[in-house]
């Protein structure tokens, strides 16, 4: 089962993320997840918290026995959005490392504050699995 992306004709191309795909198959929903370990400790900085939000959602999603390749969307929340904008060099490379080159749908919105106050970005994906 492959995701198909949905771009309009005549629309630019999404850079780093596509603008819809679709999919058929089981659905999985991984609720917010943030940039820390096992063991509760917070990677240090925006960019190793979202690399580390991003290992979470992979490993929830592995419990399912899906891959990166079939997430559909992410949501991003961020405390600071100047600080994921000043990040974006980082973030690449960072977000490659565990998600290889599957860009989904995203959107990405600053928040006032997450529950744990060390936190400065949660991630919930949504992924399609194939039927089976």
């Given amino acids: 089962m492959s995701l ?3 771009q ?11 603008n ?3 999919g058929e198959g089981r659905l999985v929903v991984i609720g ?3 940039g820390w370990d096992a063991a509760g400790r917070f990677a240090e900085g925006f960019v190793p918290q979202v690399r580390q939000a991003l290992a979470n959602i992979v490993a929830v999603l592995a419990e399912a026995g899906g891959k990166p390749e079939h997430i559909a969307r992410l949501t991003w929340y961020v405390t600071d959005i100047g600080e994921y904008r000043a990040s974006l060099a980082e973030l690449g490379p960072a977000y490659r490392a565990v998600m290889g080159r599957h860009f989904p749908a995203m ?9 744990e106050e060390e936190a400065k970005v949660e991630i919930e994906a949504t992924a399609i699995l194939p039927q089976g």
């Fill in 4 to 6: 198909i992306n949905l």
């Fill in 107 to 115: 959107t990405l919105v600053q928040v006032g504050a997450l529950v």
């Fill in 8 to 18: 309009p004709k005549g629309w630019p191309a999404p850079k780093g993320y596509a």
């Fill in 20 to 22: 819809g795909l679709m």
């Fill in 32 to 34: 917010g997840q943030i």
